[in-house]
Nanobody, 126 residues
Framework: QVQLVESGGGLVQVGDSLRPSCAAS????????VGWFRQAPGKEREFVAG????????DSGDSVAGRFIISKDRAKNTVYLQMSSLKPEDTAVYYC???????????????????WGQGTQVTVSS
């Protein structure tokens, strides 16, 4: 059973940067597709960024394109979400999710993912 643990959230100011991380146990990110999602109060969970198991294919949500970058460190079995130029509307709980690779996998579809972390809070203050 894969377990995901997010960390690195926090309270920052508008324009700041933050780099939450997602660590895995019971599985390796070299064999899993990974996505970051976020959910603000009263809103649906939203796709933020994703990376395939091979690391060669990435995707990012329209609202964060050019500001957020997903990456992974194979040696540390950790996936990062580098967030820059943060805005108040980026405030949310950020979740890491992982999927066993399959043909029907789609980055932006919640049901594509098999495992979820507990989330880390990111708050951007103006």
């Amino acid at each position: 059973q894969v377990q995901l643990v997010e960390s690195g959230g926090g309270l920052v100011q508008v324009g700041d940067s933050l780099r939450p991380s997602c660590a895995a146990s019971g599985g390796t990110f070299t064999m899993l597709d990974v996505g970051w999602f976020r959910q603000a109060p009263g809103k649906e969970r939203e796709f933020v960024a994703g990376i395939r198991w091979s690391g060669t294919t990435k995707d990012s949500g329209d609202s964060v394109a050019g500001r957020f970058i997903i990456s992974k460190d194979r040696a540390k079995n950790t996936v990062y979400l580098q967030m820059s130029s943060l805005k108040p509307e980026d405030t949310a709980v950020y979740y890491c999710a992982a999927a066993i690779p399959r043909t029907a996998f789609q980055f932006r579809t919640l049901t594509s993912y098999d495992y979820w972390g507990q989330g880390t809070q990111v708050t951007v203050s103006s």
